[in-house]
């Protein structure tokens, strides 16, 4: 039985395409300015990337990359003959790209009933393998080996078909569902993004200063490459003599 969506607000759908519209234009407007600030990490990101991948930081013994390059090119005819076999209702031999540990990122039906999707998720993390295989095969110092995994590592992340519209049944089925209200908020969080220069992690409109967020007078006592100790002004008359330290979780944060 299929099921059925509420039919969209299409009067309020356009009035949201309306304003995204007028607010990419003004955004246009001043791009000069803020591309300047948008553009500044990904720029040093950039840089820091060709100089960790410089010739005379890492190199790669041509032989060993081709050696690779044709294991690896026997395996995507593999999956190129598993996908035709799966879509002609033919026998499909078993699917080698699985990972043991079940991938969230593809974890809707659709990565592996449908055809289609099933073999993008599934080239996507061959090649993925193929990438962090390479950046293995580096010689160079084990501080530089790092940085070429983490890079490595970084690419295959960023170009995931579930990161991209066109390529995620999840997104394409949530925009059926939404009459395309969801690609509407989609883009005008990609404004929002762009504006501000940086991606927002969370809604920076949640706290004010005075509503619901105190400030407290305070001064940096210790500093070194990875902290800053802050130290908080008491405001009470009497205060433990051992000290509180609150760390707050790393994760994600870099």
Excluded at 45 to 50: E, K, Q, R, V
Excluded at 102 to 115: L, Y
Aim: with cysteine; glycine share 6%.
């Amino acid at each position: 039985m299929k099921a059925h969506h509420p039919a969209p607000d299409w009067a309020e759908l356009v009035e949201q395409w309306q304003a995204l519209g007028q607010q990419w234009a003004l955004w246009w407007t001043g791009a000069e300015a803020t591309a300047a600030i948008a553009t500044q990490a990904p720029l040093e990101t950039g840089n820091a990337a060709l100089a960790v991948l410089a010739p005379a930081e890492a190199w790669i013994d041509p032989a060993a990359a081709a050696e690779l390059t044709e294991r690896y090119n026997r395996r995507f005819e593999s999956l190129w003959e598993r996908a035709i076999a799966r879509s002609t209702g033919g026998f499909a031999p078993a699917n080698e790209t699985s990972p043991e540990v079940p991938d969230r990122r593809f974890g809707a039906g659709e990565w592996r009933e449908e055809p289609y999707f099933a073999w993008l998720k599934d080239t996507y993390l061959l090649y993925a393998q193929y990438v962090c295989e390479l950046a293995e095969l580096a010689q160079c110092d084990p501080g530089a080996k790092r940085r070429i995994r983490f890079l490595a590592r970084q690419y295959a992340d960023a170009i995931a078909p579930c990161n991209f519209l066109a390529t995620n049944p999840e997104a394409l089925r949530r925009a059926v569902e939404s009459g395309g209200a969801s690609v509407a908020q989609g883009l005008a969080n990609l404004l929002g993004d762009a504006q501000r220069g940086r991606i927002t992690m969370t809604d920076e409109s949640a706290f004010e200063v005075g509503r619901n967020l105190a400030v407290t007078p305070g001064s940096v006592v210790f500093r070194n490459d990875l902290i800053e100790l802050i130290q908080y002004a008491p405001t009470t008359a009497e205060v433990y003599k051992r000290p509180l330290v609150i760390v707050p979780p790393c994760i994600n944060k870099y």
